[in-house]
Every structure is written in structure tokens, then in C-alpha cells.
């Protein structure tokens, strides 16, 4: 499955933080909530919506799923990575890197949403 990663799409809001990954039929909007004057991770949450925009319901009819417990912990690690000083100087394999990432939000996705 062909993906595109976009990270860290900064708006005026320097306590929100927004990703996105891309697939050839859908995509997933990340929304990072952060607070303090010193930045900490405090709210993960993200959407799936068709390429179009329309927002794709869980199969609770939810359209929101909240990243916690040890979920959590697992996205500040492998964001971390992203944010490193290897991945941004290519000192670590960033294919790899990006593939772990997206492989997590992706078993989220299958393991809440229902697609025909």
C-alpha cells in the first residue's frame, strides 16, 4: 500500500501540531495537543477521512480515536525517532523509520474503523 507521511504541519497555534498520512483510497489526520510553556505531549487523537474529505465513522460511530496508555508511550517513542538528529541527517534508515510509524497508526485504523 503507497502511503505519504506529512509531519509536523504547524499552524499559527504553537500547542497544536498536525500529521497526516496519506493512502491511495483514504487518509488519517493526526492532532497533537501539547501545553506548558516548556512543550509536553498531552492528547493524541486522529480521524479518517476519504481523499475527498468526508469523514469515515468507527464501527462504534465514533469518528474520533484518543491515543492513550501504553499507545501513548509507543507514539512518543517512534515520534521521537522521527524527530532525531539520525533521521534528520539520514544517519538511521528512514524508510524503516516512517514504515514503523505508519504501521502503528495503520493496526489502529483496522483494529477501530470497518471499510468496505
Known sequence: MNYKLQLRMQ???PNLVYNTI????????IVERYYGSVPKLCDV???V???DDV???KKDGNVRIRITGEDLDIYVRLLKVLGSYNYRNHLIKRDEA????VH??????IMNYQFN
Do not use: A, P, Y
Not at 22 to 29: G, L
Not at 104 to 109: C, D, G, H, S
Open 98 to 101: 516512517d514504515q514503523d510509524f
Open 104 to 109: 502503528f497508526i495503520l493496526r489502529m485504523v
Open 49 to 51: 477521512r476519504t481523499l
Open 11 to 13: 499552524e499559527s497555534n
Open 55 to 57: 469523514i469515515i465513522k
Open 45 to 47: 487523537s486522529f480521524r
Open 22 to 29: 496519506i493512502f491511495d483510497t483514504f487518509k488519517v489526520n
